[in-house]
């Protein structure tokens, strides 16, 4: 037994450690530090530095992780001054893109220079890299080649590269890039065009198929691994199965909408939302309206109809869940079901086994969060949910007193602050981790949990 006794201390450390992969309590800055180093941006033409001391940059703005192996060169003629690139991102996600949003070249990829909930991250089904050529205030410079170099090879030069796409695996690069009016997608070094426009490529979550949108005559058309689909007026966003093979996207014929299946459209309303996948990949859901409804449609089966519908969520285990409202109030429907009405609801989020459903809601001036149609205490306000490893774990940001503060599975866990970042579990959910600011001074802490 002696001798195991130095085993088993080591194994309990190991597992100890394993559990224990949250950074430790520190201090991050403070306001009066002045200017952080750490991150460049970019303002009416000018590069610079912003004070990003009271959001903690690396514990939680999110990072997009991509290979080294890429580089896009600019040439150009100048004539005073400097040019230089300036790097933009596009959140795609369900239930719809953002705009462009900050962000900045690092070593591991880039920096989006952006607060975002992880319920909204992952929501999310990739991300759209947008190279902006910047000059100087009252510089002229005059644009010449861009060019994308990938694994060791550059690829041909264009007048500008419009929107660059990475697979999940690191292992594909895409891009659109133009010509003057000419239009050109080039994936792994393979070159498609040239087209009147082109826009929305986007990979597979296996990185085995792509798809993206062109315009030719007038008539938009998916393709899908090289292969044209049918021409329609407009288009939406092609969205592939989780698992990799199925693509579905918008698609307007004249004046009717459709939502386009693995080439075969179906429905004619007068409105339809971006097409759902279930994790499986075998059921498909989206928003449609005709006539002053509202519904979702399943599989090709409209629902029920109402004033209104928000955008359908499934859960790993292929529940349905979405927001609708049938008059002045709205309600959660799980499974067809309707839940209580209240003033104002959140969009729902699936803990990751599927077993657990909550979502922000109001009535009057109070808000809760509602977990499995159970309403928690009532606060000022309260923030997006983020599901813990333990199962029913769930944490939240609420605000009391004008300050927010940490709650887990309704107890407050924190103090009240002037600030509080992204919340972030330990693995094993015995700890949670967050960026918060008081007194002028922004920390890193870390809350043991019971």
Known sequence: MSRLLPLLLLLCAFAARAGDDLPAEHRIGSVLEGLSPD?????????????????????????????????????????????????????????GDSGLLPARRIEEGLLVLTEMSTARQRRLLGWTLVPKFRGFEGSMV??????????????????????????????HLGYVARRG?????????????????????????????????VRQQARWLVFMDGRPGAEFNQLGRPVFSPRGGHLAYRALDGSVWHVVRDGRPSGGYDDVGRPVWSPDGRHLAHTAG?????????????????TSVRQPLFSGGGRLAYVASDGGHVFMVVEGKEGKEWDEVGFPSFSPDGKNL???????????????GRPGPAFEMVGEPHFGPRP????????????????????????????????RFSRDGRRIGFGAMKDGETWWRVVELP
């Open 39 to 95: 991150v460049l941006f970019v303002k009416e033409g000018r590069p610079g530095t912003v004070d990003l001391s009271h959001q903690p940059v690396w514990e939680l703005y999110p990072r997009i992780d991509l290979p080294h192996s890429w580089k896009l060169e600019v040439g150009y003629v100048q004539q005073r001054l400097v040019q230089y690139l300036d790097w933009q991102v596009i959140a795609v996600g369900l239930h």
């Open 142 to 171: 005059s644009q010449a080649d861009w060019r994308v170099s990938w694994r060791g090879r550059t690829g041909p030069a264009f007048a500008a590269v419009e929107e660059m796409v990475f697979s999940r695996d690191g292992k």
């Open 181 to 213: 009016a000419r239009w050109f997608v080039v994936i792994d070094g393979r070159q498609w065009g040239p087209y009147e426009g082109a826009q929305w490529l986007t990979f597979s979550a296996d990185g085995r198929h792509h798809a993206f949108c």
């Open 290 to 306: 005709r006539t002053g409804e509202h519904f979702v449609v399943l599989d090709g089966k409209p629902g029920k109809s109402y």
């Open 358 to 372: 909550a979502w922000r809601a109001r009535r009057g001036g109070e808000w809760f969060l509602v977990i499995d």
């Open 392 to 423: 029913g774990q769930v944490a939240w940001l609420a605000q009391r007193e004008l300050k927010p503060l940490v709650v887990v599975n309704g107890r407050p866990v924190s103090g009240r602050y002037d600030w509080i970042g992204r919340l």
